[in-house]
C-alpha cells in the first residue's frame, strides 16, 4: 500500500515562496512517477508538475501556468518529492495534492492511483 503526505502549505503573499514536501510510503517503483496538482475553490483538479521516479530531468514536465515559477524536485534516499514554489500570485491559491502513477507523468488526475490528501495554500495580495 503507497500513501502520500503533503506538508509545508500556509497563508503567504504575493511575490513569496513556499516549498512543499509529500513523503511517500511504500514500495516505489523506477517506473512510477510522481506529480503535483492543485485545486481552487470551484475548479477542476489542475495538474502543476510531473516527474519520473528515477531517470534525468528530461523527464520532468511543467505546467505553463507554473513554468519558471514552480520546481519539482525529488529526494529518493528520503522517499520525498517537493515543489519549489517562487514569485507566487494571488491565482495559485489552492489545496495542492501529491500523485503518484505506474508509467510517465502526465497531466491528467485520473491517470494517478495514489493521492494525498493535499495541503492548503493561500497567496494574498
Known amino acids: 500500500q503507497v500513501q502520500l503526505v503533503e506538508s509545508g502549505g500556509g497563508f503567504v503573499q504575493a511575490g513569496d515562496s513556499l516549498t512543499l514536501s509529500c513523503a511517500i510510503s511504500?514500495?516505489?517503483?523506477?517506473?512510477?512517477?510522481m506529480a503535483w496538482f492543485r485545486q481552487a475553490s470551484g475548479k477542476e483538479r489542475e495538474f502543476v508538475a510531473g516527474m519520473r521516479w528515477s531517470g534525468g530531468n528530461d523527464a520532468i514536465r511543467t505546467a505553463e501556468s507554473v513554468k519558471g515559477r514552480f520546481t519539482i524536485s525529488r529526494d529518493s534516499t528520503k522517499n520525498m518529492v517537493f515543489l519549489q514554489m517562487d514569485s507566487l500570485k494571488v491565482e495559485d491559491t489552492a489545496v495542492y495534492y501529491c500523485a503518484r502513477r505506474t508509467g510517465a507523468p502526465v497531466s491528467g488526475a485520473t491517470m494517478y492511483e495514489y493521492w494525498g490528501q493535499g495541503t492548503q495554500v493561500t497567496v494574498s495580495s
Open positions: 511504500g514500495r516505489t517503483f523506477s517506473s512510477s512517477a
